[in-house]
């Protein structure tokens, strides 16, 4: 048995989700979604969104948006990329990645504003604490820092424990000299 399944099982305590992690494991394709950053005047820019527009005339979810499809769990890399000096001798380093609270699949989920990352309450539900490392009050990840980068994983398993899929904004933190520069986009999970 994986981490994965006894993570859920852990959390869930569900003979019954035992044996359907057991056999849905073999459906289950692992992946890594790399997401590049950099720093640009003082902002932390993100890459490309990985996600597609749902329905019509909706806009594509924005830039560091990272979707799982179905069938799809594993890692998620960001790396800071470019130049990430921010005085003589000092460089930007990513060093935290923070949950907001999950949102349903809408035409576009309401983003956390500065104010409300601040001080959000998380109540982080089993759901969202099953799929990453995540403490459910803080809503801060367990990373693993990999050189000018972080890794978190993403296991998606609502699908296998019948949640709907949903959306999450995340929020990348980089720091240097004392100073810190943010930027929140959104996951995807379609489990």
Known sequence: MNKQCFRVMQRAGWLGLAMLCLVSQAAIAQVT????????????????????????GNPQRGPGCLRFLPGEAGHIVYRLTGATGCAPGAQWQLDEIMLAEKRGHGPKPNKPNAAQWANMNKNLDNVVTGDFDVDPNTGIVTATALGAGLRMANRNLQGVKGEPSYSIFYRVRATCNGNSIYSDPMIENEG
């Open 33 to 56: 979604k790399t997401m590049n950053l950099s720093v640009d005047g003082g902002n932390l820019v993100l890459g490309p969104s990985q996600c597609v527009a749902s329905g019509v």
